[in-house]
């Protein structure tokens, strides 16, 4: 099937030709400000005339009466109402919302067509540190970042994602040292957290290895190739416990996808030049800086961009701006999105406004930022004791606590409960991230996330279940395409599965997915009333039990697609 133009899309073109005939404007679709109507009986809503009447001088009630006058809705709706100040108010035909419905069966994109714009997008997301394992404040950046990876794919456009891995500066030097103490041959590290801490706890109080270290930070710096050697070792074995972490999360990084500080810092003295070749370079107490237009501090001070430091060393300013200036100028990048805390808006900010001014950066960057993960006292995640929470053990729990869900109505095996436990546990981590928007903190609870009832992925989770269960006793799905909605519920729900590719574009465009999630939701409540008013398999008819199979596939489909677009999966058995 080709796919189709959303309906609010639709609408939109149709309002604003109707617009320019009864008025002489040429307005473009987005402009018909057609939206989902929160009224009952009302699927649509066009606000335009408000805006238009004041354009032109005239009511706004005229306006909206001149562009329903115009409208040619082929059967699509019937004429709209004028409500209120202006509102133009559309109830879709059941028939044409029937036929368009019953269409989306043959579609495996459920109707969303490929955007005819595709982007190349760098997405940098996860970004944990070499030698320190992976913990809860590294869970959001994954999650969201996978996340909207799979939306912009969907959408049809390329995604470069690159995890930004801490793998250089001066906290190697101690780390490689301590590996040389204590590897006695056996490289391999059994905690890395506890190997980082060990080798903190020499540098401060081991003047004799502090030495050792810093003159190995040199070394690596200077590239020698034994110590280079060491370092690829704590790479490597860090490497592995990230790889495990994202394939127990469904995360779609690879070490492919790594391009870490130790990558950009071939790049990182290139960028020194340009900018002083720019001219956009002050020295500021022995050290190289920019001084971005426009960022003060509360004293009214200029904020610097320390590109580098006055011993000659980098920081991570300086690998920031390198890393934009590499998926700019080397690998073609229109969009650079940063998966990155909201703490960091303001770095961001001024990291783009030097990389505009060096002329790095002509298309789209933004800082996609996130709140925090709480704690049930309200404050950031954290062990009884003090500590921060291990990603690996936090999903783990999460597998043990579904794992008791799972069992209290699961008719499956040992082995089939075991695999469901995993699905439904990691499911809901992810969704509980996601379902909220993304930059408000929130308190992570496992009752609430695991519960059967309200928006959780358990609730979608047991409602793909059921329209698999019923298509099972079915016998399978009949042929044909034809879909009779008879019942209220019916046609609300052909009408929100409809609305699938709506959801997907306001998630996609706003870097939103808590818009899908919220929309995937509601959906799994329509199938739910219309399950209770609409017997399927022992419908009044062959032909109306036939086309409420039909509507329990498409929202089968439409929840799997949905949840496979947020990296969760949706078994077919509970």
Same mark, same amino acid.
């Given at each position: 099937?080709?796919?189709?133009? /959303?309906?609010?899309?639709?609408?939109?073109?149709?309002?604003?030709?109707?617009?320019?005939?009864?008025?002489?404007?040429?307005?473009?679709?987005?402009?018909?400000?057609?939206?989902?109507?929160?009224?009952?009986?009302?699927?649509?809503?066009?606000?335009?005339?408000?805006?238009?009447?004041?354009?032109?001088?005239?009511?706004?009630?005229?306006?909206?009466?001149?562009?329903?006058?115009?409208?040619?809705?082929?059967?699509?709706?019937?004429?709209?109402?004028i409500?209120?100040?202006?509102f133009l108010?559309?109830?879709?035909r059941t028939?044409?919302?029937?036929?368009?419905?019953?269409?989306?069966?043959?579609?495996?994109?459920?109707?969303?067509?490929?955007?005819?714009?595709?982007?190349?997008?760098?997405?940098?997301?996860s970004?944990?540190?070499?030698?320190?394992?992976?913990?809860?404040?590294?869970?959001?950046?994954?999650?969201i970042?996978?996340?909207?990876?799979?939306?912009?794919?969907?959408?049809?456009?390329?995604v470069?994602? $690159?995890?930004?891995? &801490?793998?250089?500066?001066?906290?190697f030097?101690?780390?490689i040292e301590?590996?040389?103490d204590?590897?006695a041959?056996?490289?391999?590290?059994?905690?890395?957290?506890?190997?980082?801490r060990?080798?903190?706890?020499?540098?401060?109080?081991?003047?004799?290895?502090?030495?050792r270290?810093?003159?190995?930070?040199?070394?690596?710096?200077?590239?020698?190739e034994?110590?280079?050697?060491?370092?690829?070792?704590l790479v490597?074995?860090?490497?592995?416990? *990230?790889?495990?972490?994202?394939? +127990? +999360?469904?995360?779609? +990084?690879?070490?492919?996808?790594?391009?870490g500080e130790?990558?950009y810092?071939?790049?990182?003295?290139?960028?020194?030049?340009?900018? =002083?070749?720019?001219?956009?370079? =002050?020295? @500021?107490?022995?050290?190289?800086?920019?001084?971005?237009?426009?960022?003060?501090?509360?004293?009214?001070?200029r904020?610097?961009?320390?590109?580098?430091?006055?011993? &000659?060393g980098y920081?991570?300013?300086?690998?920031?701006?390198?890393t934009?200036?590499?998926?700019?100028?080397?690998?073609?990048?229109?969009?650079?999105?940063?998966?990155?805390?909201?703490p960091?808006?303001?770095?961001?900010?001024?990291?783009?406004?030097?990389c505009? %001014?060096?002329?790095?950066?002509?298309? $789209?960057?933004?800082?996609?930022?996130?709140g925090?993960?709480?704690?049930?006292d309200g404050?950031?995640?954290?062990?009884?004791?003090?500590e921060?929470?291990?990603l690996?053990?936090?999903?783990?729990?999460?597998?043990?606590?579904?794992?008791?869900?799972?069992?209290?109505?699961?008719?499956?095996?040992?082995?089939?409960?075991?695999?469901? %436990?995993?699905?439904?546990?990691?499911g809901?981590?992810?969704?509980?991230?996601?379902?909220?928007?993304?930059?408000r /903190?929130?308190?992570?609870?496992?009752?609430?996330?695991?519960?059967?009832?309200?928006n959780?992925?358990?609730?979608?989770?047991?409602?793909?279940?059921?329209?698999? @269960?019923?298509?099972?006793?079915?016998?399978?799905?009949?042929?044909?395409t034809?879909?009779?909605?008879?019942?209220?519920? =019916?046609?609300? +729900?052909?009408?929100?599965?409809?609305?699938?590719?709506e959801?997907l574009?306001?998630?996609t @465009?706003?870097?939103?997915?808590?818009?899908?999630?919220?929309?995937?939701?509601?959906?799994?409540?329509?199938f739910?009333?219309? *399950?209770?008013?609409?017997?399927?398999?022992?419908?009044?008819s062959?032909?109306?039990?036939?086309?409420?199979?039909?509507?329990?596939?498409?929202?089968?489909?439409?929840?799997?697609?949905?949840?496979?677009?947020?990296g969760?999966?949706?078994? =077919?058995?509970?």
């Open positions: 099937m080709q796919q189709t133009a /959303d309906v609010t899309e639709e609408l939109a073109r149709r309002v604003v030709t109707a617009a320019g005939r009864a008025l002489d404007v040429e307005l473009a679709p987005e402009q018909a400000l057609v939206q989902v109507s929160p009224r009952d009986g009302v699927d649509y809503q066009a606000n335009l005339a408000m805006s238009l009447g004041k354009r032109l001088g005239r009511p706004p009630r005229e306006v909206a009466g001149l562009i329903a006058g115009a409208l040619e809705l082929d059967g699509i709706a019937d004429p709209p109402e409500a209120g100040p202006g108010n559309f109830v879709l028939g044409w919302l029937a036929a368009r419905t019953g269409a989306l069966l043959g579609d495996s994109r459920l109707g969303v067509p490929e955007t005819t714009a595709p982007r190349r997008i760098a997405l940098d997301y970004s944990p540190n070499v030698a320190k394992e992976m913990h809860v404040g590294h869970l959001r950046s994954s999650v970042g996978d996340a909207l990876a799979r939306l912009l794919r969907f959408a049809g456009h390329e470069l994602p $690159h995890n930004h891995l &801490g793998d250089w500066g001066t906290p030097g101690m780390l301590h590996l040389l204590v590897s041959g056996q490289r391999a590290i059994a905690d890395l957290d506890a190997f980082y060990e080798a903190r706890r020499k540098f401060d109080s081991d003047e004799a290895f502090a030495t270290a810093r003159t190995r930070v040199v070394k690596l710096q200077s590239g020698d034994d110590t280079l050697a060491v370092w690829q070792e490597d074995e860090s490497t592995r416990h *990230f790889d495990e972490v994202y394939a +127990l +999360l469904g995360i779609s +990084l690879t070490d492919k996808d790594i391009y130790s990558f810092n071939p790049y990182l003295a290139a960028v020194v030049d340009d900018l =002083e070749a720019a001219g956009l370079t =002050e020295v @500021s107490d022995g050290a190289i800086c920019v001084f971005p237009e426009g960022f003060r501090n509360r004293e009214g001070d904020l610097p961009l320390i590109v580098r430091k006055r011993d &000659g920081g991570y300013a300086a690998t920031d701006l390198a934009v200036r590499y998926w700019t100028a080397e690998r073609g990048a229109t969009d650079l999105l940063y998966v990155v805390g909201t960091q808006a303001q770095h961001f900010a001024m990291l783009f406004a030097t505009r %001014a060096a002329g790095w950066l002509t298309g $789209h960057a933004e800082h996609i930022g996130f925090t993960v709480l704690g049930a404050k950031a995640m954290r062990t009884r004791a003090g921060t929470v291990k690996a053990d936090l999903l783990g729990e999460a597998v043990t606590q579904a794992a008791t869900v799972v069992a209290e109505r699961s008719e499956l095996d040992a082995a089939g409960q075991a695999e469901v %436990a995993r699905a439904v546990g990691i809901a981590v992810k969704y509980a991230d996601l379902s909220g928007d993304r930059e /903190d929130y308190v992570f609870a496992w009752d609430r996330m695991l519960a059967k009832e309200g959780t992925s358990v609730y979608l989770q047991y409602a793909h279940a059921r329209t698999q @269960s019923i298509i099972r006793k079915a016998g399978g799905l009949p042929d044909g034809d879909v009779l909605l008879e019942a209220p519920a =019916e046609r609300a +729900l052909a009408l929100k599965l409809l609305r699938f590719g959801a574009k306001a998630a @465009s706003a870097y939103a997915p808590h818009k899908l999630c919220t929309y995937l939701y509601e959906t799994a409540v329509a739910s009333r219309f *399950f209770e008013d609409c017997p399927v398999l022992k419908a009044p062959p032909e109306l039990r036939a086309s409420r199979l039909r509507l329990t596939a498409l929202t089968s489909r439409t929840l799997a697609l949905g949840l496979s677009l947020l969760i999966e949706a078994p =077919e058995r509970l």
